[in-house]
């Protein structure tokens, strides 16, 4: 049975959301909490689809036997296994998101160990039970994926912004921003824990630097972006996080810190160990730079089609070894 407790233990969950950040080394968000799961070795994780479909039952009767329409986490005290279960069937992404960093905060807290339960479900809890275990999920997962320290640190005090940084409901959002609010006028300090200096630095580079594109939502982490540099865009979202711009608008071929393909964009010769910058086979200049070499000259990287601080075009989309970032090729029905 449970120990007796009157209230939840706040102090214990966000120390351990705290330590997990450390230990998975977070410094970006949202966090990968299929990735986060897979590096325990007592914890399998499967969605209601897969559940409904060995079964060979509804995802509904799955929510009915499961007795949640989120997700649950069940725990076999013979095995020492855990099993998670999510609803990957709900209308959105966020939700499925906090589900998975509340389970993760059962798993981490011992629930099922401290009440000897294999689920934790009114059915099978008293209501006392039930809630100090939810309330204490609840609280790891704000800390684990919305860090108040780190929110306060850097100052962002949109519940917006805060929605779209770190991958969560406007709802979650709020809560942790009033939730920080009101920590501020009992005289709570959010001081950075030590062990996430290392944490919080890189994510402090990454909303110094990180913007996306409004117009072809590009993600960039680079200094004195002025200007996209996939479609030339002037106009950034800070707080949002769009797509890898090397993935969605990949280059040719991959080029060194200086610009200097590793492979001739045009012949395709990989035999380019020597100075210079043009093919020893085909001539081609092998350098994606500024085309304003007179007063620019920025060394760019392999996908670029412009000019990230000035705009001008790149070499490689001059010599057409780029398309526009919206080329869509014509098929002739023949």
Request: glycine share 4%.
């Amino acid at each position: 049975m449970m120990k007796t407790r009157i209230k939840p233990n706040y102090k214990k969950a966000r120390s351990l959301a705290t330590k997990a950040l450390a230990e998975h080394n977070i410094h970006d968000f949202p966090i990968d909490m299929i990735s986060v799961f897979s590096s325990y070795s007592d914890v399998k994780v499967l969605t209601y689809s897969e559940m409904a479909k060995k079964g060979n039952c509804s995802v509904e009767e799955i929510i009915e036997i499961n007795s949640s329409e989120d997700g649950v986490i069940h725990y076999c005290g013979k095995r020492k296994k855990y099993m998670v279960i999510y609803n990957d069937t709900v209308a959105t992404k966020e939700r499925v998101y906090w589900t998975l960093a509340h389970e993760f905060g059962h798993y981490l807290l011992k629930h099922h160990e401290d009440s000897n339960r294999s689920s934790l479900t009114r059915n099978t809890l008293s209501d006392a039970e039930y809630d100090i275990y939810e309330v204490e999920a609840n609280f790891f997962a704000r800390f684990f994926i919305t860090p108040p320290s780190i929110i306060w640190a850097i100052n962002m005090n949109n519940s917006n912004q805060i929605s779209s940084y770190f991958g969560v409901s406007y709802t979650a959002a709020n809560n942790t921003r009033k939730y920080i609010v009101e920590s501020l006028k009992k005289g709570i300090i959010f001081g950075i824990p030590s062990i996430l200096n290392k944490c919080y630095s890189q994510f402090v580079q990454r909303i110094n630097h990180g913007k996306t594109c409004v117009k072809c939502n590009s993600y960039f982490e680079i200094e004195n972006l002025k200007q996209c540099s996939i479609c030339n865009g002037t106009v950034f979202n800070k707080y949002k996080k769009g797509e890898n711009s090397m993935a969605k608008y990949p280059g040719v071929v991959e080029v060194d810190g200086k610009g200097r393909a590793k492979t001739c964009p045009k012949c395709e010769n990989e035999e380019l160990d020597f100075d210079g910058n043009h093919c020893n086979v085909c001539s081609t200049y092998l350098v994606n730079e500024c085309s304003d070499t007179n007063y620019c000259g920025t060394f760019l990287s392999w996908n670029a089609r412009y000019c990230h601080k000035c705009g001008n075009p790149s070499t490689y989309l001059n010599n057409n070894h780029l398309k526009e970032w919206d080329y869509k090729p014509v098929y002739l029905p023949f």
